[in-house]
């Protein structure tokens, strides 16, 4: 079952006995928030810790605020070049040479399909699928 929290944009993803969820937070980055044990439709992203960091930089967006930096928060997925130096999920080499990813959420789109429904998110333009089990 799929369960979309559309104001909080909160994405949780259920079987018999799991739950899944990620959250689009405030600076439009996909948060992991929640794997394991099937639980009750929350908010896990009151789990995630944040805190003043030395020497990790935050993005711009953030601009004074120390207490978020994508090096430590759990991205769905991790990328380089902007400010996260942990190993990326995603390694993409441009055409001009670059290898800077900076995925951000921008929408989701629900579609039905053979005896499923999934959901579609957007990240600046490029499609990733998350099937319901």
């Not at 909080?8 to 937070?25: G, P, S, W």
């Not at 900076?102 to 333009?125: I, Q, S, T």
Request: net charge positive; aromatic share 10%; glycine share 8%.
């Amino acid at each position: 079952m799929i369960v979309l929290d559309r104001e909080n944009r909160i994405f949780t993803l259920h079987t018999l006995n799991t739950t899944y969820q990620m959250k689009a937070d405030q600076y439009n980055v996909l948060l992991h928030t929640y794997y394991g044990s099937r639980i009750d439709d929350c908010d896990m992203s009151v789990m995630i810790q944040c805190g003043g960091r030395s020497f990790t930089p935050n993005p711009n967006e953030a601009g004074s605020n120390r207490n978020y930096s994508l090096d430590v928060m759990p991205q769905e997925y991790s990328t380089c070049g902007v400010g996260d130096f942990r190993l990326p999920s995603v390694e993409l080499e441009l055409k001009n040479g670059s290898h800077t990813v900076d995925l951000r959420y921008k929408g989701f789109r629900l579609e039905k399909g053979k005896n499923l429904r999934r959901v579609c998110l957007v990240f600046m333009g490029r499609k990733m699928r998350w099937r319901h089990l």
